[in-house]
């Protein structure tokens, strides 16, 4: 089952990349994360979005459209952790970091790992009431947010690389990265079960940390690839900077792209525990229904 429905993610991309011009990152790279999560779920929780791939995929951005009409949504897509004194010290409760910054900062600074929380009890409310077209759609909305706190540029507030006079390192590594690893590979995040954990509540916070510890090294390889060949015709983003860029962080950022889909089937996984894991209204199943599992990563798959 694990393998059909990651052969069904794969056709479901595969259609949606064949019919237009592959799109900016952020949409490409939330549908591999939003798709993808699927093949990380235990089969009695997969079950639930058999057929809904096309769900998923199809709304992944649908935050990012949202900005344009709603002035609080922009900050939900992130949490700079240096107005806290770094991610160690972002308080879980909301209430408690509001406080400590004070409202107008603490809306400045980004409510990400809130967001994903409240995405998760919007999804558990869809599993309880048994509607696998709305609970599709919450994945789905909750993968957007998951996959952007993935980005380590989304814990900073070096988001656009204005402090360090790297204009444009947001859209190098999230876009133009990922584009070219699509272009040249047709990859696909790897598969890794959804662990629950004994906090799941907490993994937003962990996360934080482990994208903000990745952001000096980021952007110390962004300069190092703009001075990769000073004679580049292209000039400081020709071919050469791309090269450099690519050897130093596509590693990364296939790392972070799988890492958001097993981290969005983890925040599935628990919204489904909470609701009491009900089984699949469509398929019949029972909770807890135990079927078995490999426990083995599939091996790649292309997209074509
Ligand atoms: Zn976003």
Known sequence: MHRSLLFHAAAVLAAAFAAAPLPAWGVLGHQLVAVSSLADLPPGLAAWFAGREDILRDHASDPDQWKDTDPLERPRHYLECEPY??????????DAARARLGPDDFQDAGQAPWTILDRVQALAG?????????????????????????????TTVN??????????????????????LEAEESWLPE????????????????????????????LADDLAAQRADPDDPDGAFGEAYWRAFRQ?????????????????????????????????????????????RSGQAEPHLPLI
Not at 159 to 180: A, C, F, N, S
Not at 266 to 292: D, H, K
């Open 85 to 94: 004194g770094g991610p160690d010290r972002v308080p879980m409760d909301e």
């Open 159 to 180: 988001r656009h690389g204005k402090p360090t006079g790297q204009h444009g390192i947001h859209r190098r590594w999230q876009i133009g990265l990922v584009e070219r």
């Open 248 to 292: 130093a962080q596509e590693p990364r950022a296939k790392e972070q792209l799988t890492l958001g889909a097993q981290r969005t089937a983890q925040m599935i996984l628990l919204a489904w525990t909470r609701a009491g894991r009900p089984g699949a209204p469509s398929e019949g199943t029972q909770a807890g229904n135990p079927v078995a």
């Open 126 to 154: 869809s599993f309880a009431s048994g509607d696998p077209d709305q609970a599709a759609l919450d994945a789905s909305i909750l993968s957007h947010y998951v996959g952007d706190l993935s980005v380590p540029l989304h």
């Open 191 to 218: 598969q890794r079960p959804a662990v629950l954990g004994p906090r799941p509540e907490a993994a937003p916070w962990a996360w934080l940390k482990q994208g903000f510890a990745l952001v000096p090294g980021l």
